[in-house]
Every structure is written in structure tokens, then in C-alpha cells.
């Protein structure tokens, strides 16, 4: 069945570091991909999105493209902020058959140090 | 502003106790999910909704129930049939099942004891 795999957490950084959250996937079909941020005590909020091969999402600095020679999505931030401290879910939509629901990776945590 | 709210923040109750927990949304989105979320494991699927009057289970639908009377309204009740009921429970909608975002709710922390 479909799946998402993330790398395990938590990543600690210090401010300004360059991020990298890797985000592989299994799928049939062509599927949407996700990036989702929770911050502490919050729900979660789209963070970028791409529907389709060599798409690049990004939002508030982070960037990820749609890889499908390597089913890949990874999360990127070329300088990180302490403020990015959260945990980053990945996810896939597939478009075939009738199963339209998210699939989810487990999560990153994120701590970003001054 | 629009949104998604769910209420109580943080919920107690003693084994053996159904709660309901809400959720409402003011987007006019036809779908809305209940997510179940525990450390180390990601977000769960409950239930989800596709239209008023219409929902369906998730991965994890044992011991819970809902109810989508309304378009708004999707409360989600932990019956005493759950056997792990403490967790973190998330709401959320989007215009339609599928490739849509989700926006979701603060969440609602749920501890039974």
C-alpha cells in the first residue's frame, strides 16, 4: 500500500544552519505531495505542496521538489530560524482509485538553538 | 476570521465515561476528518466526511462515533469501548476529499484516568 518515510528525529540545529528533512515515498498512482508544520501545542498547517514530477513547492523560505526517479520530497531551509523549531509531517494524496485520504509520515522534530 | 475551532482545549474524564469532543468550521468545507495523534506515531485517521449526513471510517474508527448533522459540525465521541482513549485528537476540514489542503483545529488533549 502507499506509504511515507521520513527521517527519524529530533534534528538539532543551531540558528542559520542549513536544514535538510528527507521524505521518501511509495505509491501507486501519481500522488500529491505534502509538507504539513505543527508548531508546540497547535494543530497542523499546510506548509507547501506539489501535484506533480519536478514541481518545487515553497513557503517562508523552505523548499522541496517533487522527485519521482527517486520518490523523494525533502524538506530544505537554507538558514533556520529559531522560530522553525516545530515537528514536519510529510504526506501523499494519491489520485487513483477511491481511496483519497492523506497518507502520513510519522513526523520530524525539529529544535532550532540561538 | 475563518477557521476551524474545537473545544474543550483539555478534557478529563474517568474510565468508563463517553466524552464528546467538538469541532466546527466556518469555511463551508464539505469534508472534515477526525485525526487521533500519539507521540512517535504520526496522525491516525478516525473518521472522515465527505458531505453532510455522510461519513466514513478510518484506520482507527473502533470505539469511536460521529455525527455530520450539520455542515459545520463534526463532534467526534470517545465511547468507553476505546481501550487507549488518552490522546491528542485533531479536527480538520478541506473544500473536498482528495488533493485539497487541510486546515485544521488547535486540537483537543484528551486524558481519561
Known amino acids: 500500500g502507499d506509504s511515507v518515510t521520513q527521517m527519524e528525529g529530533p534534528v538539532t540545529l543551531s540558528e542559520e544552519a542549513c536544514l535538510t528533512i528527507?521524505?521518501?515515498?511509495?505509491?501507486?498512482?501519481?500522488?500529491?505531495l505534502f509538507w504539513y508544520v505543527q508548531y508546540p501545542g497547535e494543530g497542523l498547517q499546510l506548509l507547501l505542496k506539489?501535484?506533480?514530477a519536478d514541481d518545487k513547492g515553497s513557503n517562508k523560505g523552505f523548499e522541496a521538489t517533487y522527485r519521482k526517479e527517486t520518490t523523494s520530497f525533502h524538506l530544505e531551509k537554507g538558514s533556520v530560524q529559531v522560530s522553525d523549531s516545530a515537528v514536519y509531517f510529510c504526506?501523499?494524496?494519491?489520485?487513483?482509485?477511491?481511496?483519497?485520504?492523506?497518507?502520513w509520515g510519522l513526523g520530524t522534530s525539529l529544535a532550532v538553538n540561538p | 476570521d475563518g477557521g476551524i475551532t474545537q473545544s474543550p482545549k483539555y478534557l478529563f474524564r474517568k474510565e468508563g465515561q463517553n466524552v464528546t469532543l467538538s469541532c466546527e468550521q466556518n469555511?463551508?468545507?464539505?469534508?472534515m476528518y477526525w485525526y487521533r495523534q500519539d507521540p512517535g506515531q504520526g496522525l491516525r485517521l478516525i473518521y472522515y466526511?465527505?458531505?453532510?449526513?455522510?461519513?466514513q471510517k478510518g484506520d482507527i474508527a473502533e470505539g469511536y462515533s460521529v455525527s455530520r448533522e450539520k455542515k459545520e459540525s463534526f463532534p467526534l465521541t470517545v465511547t468507553s469501548a476505546q481501550k487507549n482513549p488518552t490522546a491528542f485528537y485533531l479536527c480538520?476540514?478541506?473544500?473536498?476529499?482528495?488533493?485539497?489542503?487541510?486546515?485544521f483545529g488547535p486540537g483537543t488533549r484528551l486524558t481519561v484516568t
Open positions: 506539489a501535484t506533480k
Open positions: 466526511s465527505q458531505i453532510v449526513n455522510d461519513f
Open positions: 469555511l463551508n468545507h464539505d469534508a
Open positions: 528527507n521524505c521518501t515515498y511509495t505509491a501507486t498512482g501519481y500522488p500529491s
Open positions: 504526506a501523499l494524496i494519491t489520485n487513483a482509485g477511491n481511496n483519497r485520504k492523506l497518507i
Open positions: 480538520a476540514s478541506s473544500i473536498q476529499t482528495g488533493a485539497y489542503e487541510q486546515y
